[in-house]
């Protein structure tokens, strides 16, 4: 090939995986050739404020490898995401997910969360010291949205017995004054009971006043002696 200046050459926009470009070997202070594939499979790792694959004049913007098998994104030198095992992690402190194009801050889901939580049962006199058999306590809460759910099977009491019988130490904060409502019932039987015929239903409500207490309007401390309860409530945080 006649000596040409690489600036010279034909532009080539469109370069398949198997075309070739020269590359020096310093080690062997050889030049060599490596193809289109081969150049892109061994980009440095780097971090979150110097990504391996960046851009032209965004240097801090791109994509890194914080570890085996993960990818990491950055932008303005702040990792905003994570793929790794199997999960796509968003990094703390960033705005959420928008969806259909929407730009609005108020309407990005910026948390998803399931797990545990321990009631803490009370009466207006105290602690009604109940033998709790089985207890199933969950909540999950999707943006600013809180579900509960308590199941919980009372065999006895050792405590306090007057009074409304309230749930305590619910697992978030309501936003403000924010009211808490839901929905509950107990049955003595031992199966799953008949709607219609078998358990009976009361209120879960909650005011404004801390602590944020769920009273079961109509249960007293003996009430739910020897039966099956359950209730379910959401509110906002």
């Given amino acids: 090939m006649a000596n040409v200046k690489i ?5 080539h926009t469109n370069p398949a995986s198997t075309d070739v470009l020269p590359i020096v070997d310093v080690g062997a202070d050889i030049t060599k050739k490596v193809s289109i594939a081969d150049l892109l499979e061994n980009a440095g790792s780097g971090t979150a404020s110097a990504p391996g694959v960046a851009f032209d004049g965004d240097s801090n913007t791109g994509i890194f490898r914080p570890g085996p098998d993960e990818l990491g994104i950055a932008t303005g030198g702040t990792e905003r995401a994570r793929f790794t095992g199997g999960y796509m992690r968003l990094a703390s402190g960033t705005g959420g997910i928008q969806f259909n194009g929407d730009t609005a801050a108020a309407n990005a889901l910026d948390d998803y969360e399931e797990g545990t939580w321990t009631p803490v049962y009370i009466v207006d006199t105290g602690d009604p010291g109940y033998t709790i058999t089985a207890s199933d306590s969950v909540y999950t809460k999707i943006g600013r949205l ?8 009372i065999s006895g009491y050792t405590g306090a017995s007057g009074g409304n019988l309230r749930v305590r130490n619910i697992p978030f904060a309501p936003a403000g004054t924010e009211f808490i409502v839901g929905r ?3 049955t003595t039987t031992d199966t799953v009971p008949d709607p219609r015929t078998s358990w009976t239903g009361f209120d879960v409500v909650s005011d404004a006043q801390s602590p944020r207490d769920l009273y079961l309007k109509g249960v007293d401390a003996t009430t739910l002696i020897n039966t099956r309860a359950f209730f379910t409530v959401m509110y906002r945080v």
């Fill in 7 to 11: 600036t010279d050459l034909t532009t």
């Fill in 146 to 153: 809180v579900c509960l759910r308590l199941y919980v099977v």
């Fill in 184 to 186: 509950g019932g107990y």
